[in-house]
């Protein structure tokens, strides 16, 4: 059966997770213009409502839905794949975003935080992935963007549950993406480096804690980030790291043996042990 995906140019309906701010809010915002409809997903819900009410003003032919819910939840989740479905909102782009970040020691950090972030970036990515895939086979084609991170490539002490989770990311990407090419549904793993949004100031521990070690000359917009994202799904490749600058680390990253990588994250900045909080 021919796919009606095979041609990604038009998306009937999109589901963004941590919608709410940041690259989610940017990914709704971008794909306004080429879907017919738009799901909304986060636990912010004042935040939601507010850029539905400015994708429906932009894009009054856009109908938009809104859900405030927990993704770190696995009851909210199935509510949600079951809501979609009766509804008429199935999604045949799911853009999983939402992630947690924690930036501080391990042994200092709260383990309920921890928990809560594997929750996040592994459990429920998988989960509504699982909960989505089968509809968009029945359908005949779909898309997914998995939001993944320049991290994924490289052990990083003081961030090293989050990188771990994101080079789960990657690597469940590239593996679903073969699994799901006879079925015309093609997986994105994206790798921004830094982007400034919320997400840096809520993997500080506390107020007054350091910022995390990043250049400034690595830094991408996030309205790049996303249009890069959106062309290399165009594309169909596998993975994307947004930025000539962060292509280039990637490549040489990559290059580099682990032995070396250990090395050089000896030298990395590293943050004091201080009271663990991860939002």
Request: net charge positive; hydrophobic share 50%; aromatic share 6%.
């Amino acid at each position: 059966m021919k796919s009606r995906m095979t041609d990604l140019s038009y998306l009937s309906c999109a589901l963004v997770t941590g919608a709410s701010s940041g690259l989610g809010a940017e990914f709704a915002l971008q794909l306004a213009p080429r879907v017919g409809k738009l799901v909304l997903v986060a636990r912010r819900e004042s935040l939601l409502h507010q850029l539905a009410d400015r994708i429906r003003e932009a894009f009054p032919k856009v109908a938009v839905a809104v859900y405030a819910l927990d993704l770190s939840d696995p009851l909210e989740r199935q509510t949600l794949a079951a809501a979609l479905f009766k509804t008429g909102y199935c999604p045949d782009l799911l853009v999983n975003n939402a992630g947690l970040g924690d930036y501080g020691e391990f042994a200092n950090s709260d383990w309920e935080k921890i928990e809560q972030m594997l929750q996040v970036n592994v459990t429920a990515l998988t989960h509504l992935t699982h909960l989505l895939v089968p509809e968009m086979i029945r359908r005949g084609g779909g898309a997914i963007i998995n939001v993944s991170s320049l991290a994924s490539l490289i052990p990083i002490p003081d961030f090293a549950v989050y990188a771990a989770t994101k080079a789960y990311v990657t690597s469940f990407s590239e593996a679903l993406r073969i699994e799901l090419r006879e079925h015309h549904i093609p997986v994105l793993a994206v790798c921004p480096g830094p982007v400034r949004t919320e997400f840096g100031e809520v993997a500080r521990r506390g107020a007054h804690s350091r910022e995390m070690p990043s250049k400034k000359a690595l830094y991408v917009p996030k309205e790049q980030v996303v249009a890069e994202a959106l062309a290399a799904l165009d594309r169909k490749v596998a993975r994307v790291y947004p930025g000539l600058q962060i292509a280039v680390a990637a490549v040489v990253l990559s290059a580099l043996p682990l032995v070396l990588l250990r090395f050089a994250m000896g030298f990395r900045p590293r943050r004091k042990a201080e009271s663990a909080a991860i939002h």
